[in-house]
């Protein structure tokens, strides 16, 4: 199982040498690293139920914007899957096609050595993706134990090219083994058919959204005091928006402080923080490291 540093610079190949092969030099091992748990990040116990009953389904979606806790879901059931995980964060340098099917296969090459041949392969100057790049990484897939492969950030991957690619090798998951796209909008693929076989299972936001246990849990977490009528103001004003909920625990450092600030959150999600930053400026209780550290583990 991984669990290192996530690193955010694309990868840049180098020039092709004299004998005609470029080395793949710039495969960065931070690519692969799984998001680490912060402090005040609350188990989602019930979505992680429902990943454990869809374990046979080859293709898993967690879609929803900002600051639902998407990744922090997927790190957890990379915890507990009881298949091998790799897990490939998604930047913008994966829209040249070579580069993204490169971590694939070096993503694979963690699991089991892959073909020498399909790494050549990838390493020449001009690479056969349709001919020999796609099929090589299928016939991978099927060679593989049942295996877990999570695609982080993958809104990042808009290339048309770097798609096609991902929608071939969808089609050739094995059997046990599954793919997880956790992204803030939904991909240009062809999810209506794997909806329509039953092959997809989807956690939007309005799964992700906290419910009132999880909402108690974060304030506990997070050391607030918010009565009971605050905590279900503070979960109908949101919505359940982790990041939302998250702010007003650090703006609110009393149980008279907390009710005010749950009843004063309105509107869609920009104004809540827009109500942060009014309650948090000088005056107002001010934000930890580790803090700092919870409002980025909701991302």
Not at 148 to 169: I, K, M, P, T
Not at 230 to 251: F, P
Request: charged share 25%; proline share 6%; net charge neutral.
């Amino acid at each position: 199982m991984l669990g290192r540093s996530v690193a955010e610079d694309p990868p840049h190949s180098t020039p092709p040498s004299a004998s005609g092969e470029r080395k793949l030099t710039w495969i960065r091992e931070s690519k692969f690293g799984v998001p680490r748990p912060h402090v005040g990040v609350v188990e989602r116990e019930r979505l992680l139920a429902e990943l454990a009953a869809a374990a046979d389904s080859p293709v898993v979606l967690i879609s929803a914007s900002a600051g639902y806790g998407k990744s922090i879901l997927a790190a957890q059931w990379s915890a507990r899957c009881q298949r091998p995980v790799v897990w490939i964060n998604v930047d913008r340098g994966d829209n040249d096609p070579v580069v993204f099917l490169s971590y694939v296969a070096y993503a694979l090459n963690r699991l089991a050595p892959v073909a020498q041949e399909l790494l050549d392969e990838l390493s020449a100057i001009a690479p056969r993706i349709d001919e020999f790049v796609l099929p090589g990484l299928a016939v991978e897939f099927s060679r593989l134990s049942p295996f877990e492969l999570v695609l982080d950030d993958l809104y990042l991957l808009s290339h048309a090219r770097s798609l096609a690619g991902l929608s071939f090798l969808l089609k050739e998951i094995p059997q046990g083994s599954q793919v997880m796209l956790v992204t803030r909008a939904d991909p240009e693929l062809a999810l209506a058919r794997y909806r329509a076989s039953g092959d997809l299972v989807e956690i939007r936001a309005g799964k992700l959204a906290l419910d009132a246990e999880e909402i108690r849990a974060l304030v506990t977490l997070d050391g607030g005091r918010f009565s009971e009528r605050s905590l279900e103001l503070l979960g109908k004003r949101t919505e359940g928006w982790a990041a939302g909920i998250a702010l007003a625990v650090q703006a609110g450092d009393d149980q008279t402080a907390g009710e005010t600030l749950a009843e004063g959150i309105v509107g869609p999600h920009r104004h809540i923080a827009d109500y942060w930053w009014r309650w948090s400026w000088p005056g107002r209780r001010r934000s930890s490291g580790n803090s700092c550290s919870r409002r980025r583990s909701s991302a």
